[in-house]
């Protein structure tokens, strides 16, 4: 089974801070990785698929990269909106694999 | 507009059974793969199980395998979790998602239904 590691478990920023959450995976699953918002009593929210896709509606200061083992989520120019929890989801072989989460406050 | 809509959540004791349904409308559910996704309370996502668009191809997750079912009913555009051998760490609010190819899933959620495993 596939292992995502996702750094770091939560993170302290500021409105207009550029931030950058990172997944390893523990093998390599090309570019099958996408990324979740989830906001408190929230459903989960796709933001990015296929590593780099921007789902239609998100705001273009989220972006995605990376392919085999390492992913990154980049928030450029965080807003007041984006404190929430992140996660990845690779996709690459069954069972499918969330990494363990991210959570955004506000310094 | 697309819309999941999850049930059947409960109150039960471990060891018991339970039945979970999501209802899909605004789209052709036929076409799509369909996942049980939970989150257990103050927890993150787990990935639960994925039922293929014809319901001939299943897989698990190894915490489930072979006591949980996933299955689909496309004349009534429903999905299914049959939960058997319930266990306290089965406590989640489980949502189904839809998939409609391999690069392309989980685009839309339903609600989630709550099961609580308690004696």
């Known amino acids: 089974d596939i292992q995502m590691t996702q750094s770091p478990s939560a993170m302290s920023a500021s409105v207009g801070d550029r931030v950058t959450i990172t997944c390893r995976a523990s093998q390599g699953i090309s570019n099958y990785v996408a990324w979740f918002q989830q906001k408190p009593g929230k459903v989960p929210k796709r933001l990015i698929y296929a590593s780099s896709s921007l789902q239609s509606g998100v705001p273009s200061r989220f972006s995605g990269s990376g392919s085999g083992t390492e992913f990154t989520l980049t928030i450029s120019g965080l807003q007041p909106e984006d404190f929430a929890t992140y996660y990845c989801l690779q996709h690459k072989t069954y069972p499918l694999s969330f990494g363990g989460g991210t959570k955004v406050e506000i310094k | 507009q697309v819309q999941l809509v999850e049930s059947g959540g409960g109150v039960v004791q471990p060891g018991r059974s339970l039945r979970l349904s999501c209802a899909a409308s605004?789209?052709?559910?036929?076409?799509?793969?369909m996942h049980w996704v939970r989150q257990a309370p103050g927890e993150g996502l787990e990935w639960v199980a994925v039922i293929s668009s014809e319901g001939n191809n299943q897989f698990y997750a190894d915490s489930v395998r072979g006591r949980f079912t996933i299955s689909r009913d496309n004349s009534q555009n429903t999905l299914s979790l049959q939960m058997h051998v319930l266990r306290v760490e089965d406590t989640a609010l489980y949502y189904c998602a839809r998939e409609i190819n391999w690069i392309d899933l989980l685009d839309y959620w339903g609600q989630g239904t709550l099961v609580t495993v308690s004696s």
């Open positions: 605004g789209f052709t559910f036929s076409n799509y793969n």
